[in-house]
């Protein structure tokens, strides 16, 4: 994952193509330059918020809010259209406390993604939702049957694999397992560090609770290590994790 700030420090690495997170105020002029000029292949990721600091949040029960982020990740779209197809957006949903009834918020949420692009992914999410220094709760996506519900609406989707081990309440592996073989060829990206219960994503792999035996079904994907802080000190976090899927040994 890199930025306009940093993505020269990520494009050093040897992989096969960069994510770039585009930040809540990326001038929409200067992002789709740098999308025209990127030689290899590339992914938007839509940002956590709107340039005003509001949440993006394309389930909101405020409707401004949710014409508010349509029409960023539309800029976003529009950007990247000619070198960077699609753009990963996550569903919004996300609230203080968690909420019993979620049918609004589907419903709001298909209401949104029908008017944007037809060449998003969606990302699935934890039940714990890390924003600002707060800890609050996600209450869509989070499991295969609930992201099947708005299929129809999206290109297909990331599997964020620490966010599906912590999506749901206890050892998360089945849910990881369940996303690839009950999505199938819907699942178009993917996410991937390890995590710990009940909230901490981005975890080195193999220093967490993950176990790997969904790694057959990443073959043919595109798969990003998104690891914690993995792009300080010249992306060491991101070497580290390349260095260990690869099954390279460790140069001291």
């Known amino acids: ?21 585009v930040l809540p105020r990326d001038d929409m002029e200067k992002l789709s330059m740098f999308c025209d000029g990127f030689d290899g292949e590339l992914i ?4 956590e918020e709107l340039p005003d600091g509001r949440f993006l949040d394309l389930a ?15 800029d976003v779209a529009k950007a990247g259209r000619e070198t960077a197809r699609p753009v990963v957006v996550h569903p919004g949903g996300v609230t203080d406390v968690p909420l019993d009834d979620i049918t609004q918020l589907v419903t709001n949420l298909r209401s949104s993604l029908d008017l944007l692009p037809d060449y998003l992914w969606l990302e699935n999410m934890p039940r714990h939702y890390h924003y600002k220094g707060m800890l609050k709760r996600s209450n869509l996506m989070r499991t295969p049957s609930e992201l099947k519900e708005v299929e129809d609406l999206v290109a297909g989707f990331t599997v964020d694999v620490s966010h599906a081990y912590l999506g749901v309440d206890g050892d998360g592996n089945a849910n990881v397992m369940d996303m690839f073989k009950e999505l199938g060829e819907a699942v178009r990206h993917v996410h991937l560090s390890d995590a710990r219960r009940p909230d901490v994503e981005g ?7 993950l176990r790997m035996d969904f790694l057959p079904y990443l073959r043919g994907l595109p798969v990003l290590l998104e690891i914690w802080g993995g792009h300080l000190e010249n992306g060491a976090g991101f070497r580290e994790a390349l260095r260990r899927m690869r099954g390279e040994r460790s140069i001291q």
């Open 203 to 209: 975890v080195m792999i193999g220093d967490g609770e």
């Open 44 to 47: 938007l990721h839509a940002p």
């Open 60 to 74: 909101s029960p405020d409707e401004t809010v949710r014409t508010d982020s349509v029409r960023r990740i539309r």
């Open 1 to 21: 994952m890199a930025t306009l700030g940093d993505h020269k420090v990520i494009s050093a690495l040897p992989v096969d193509f960069i994510e770039l997170l």
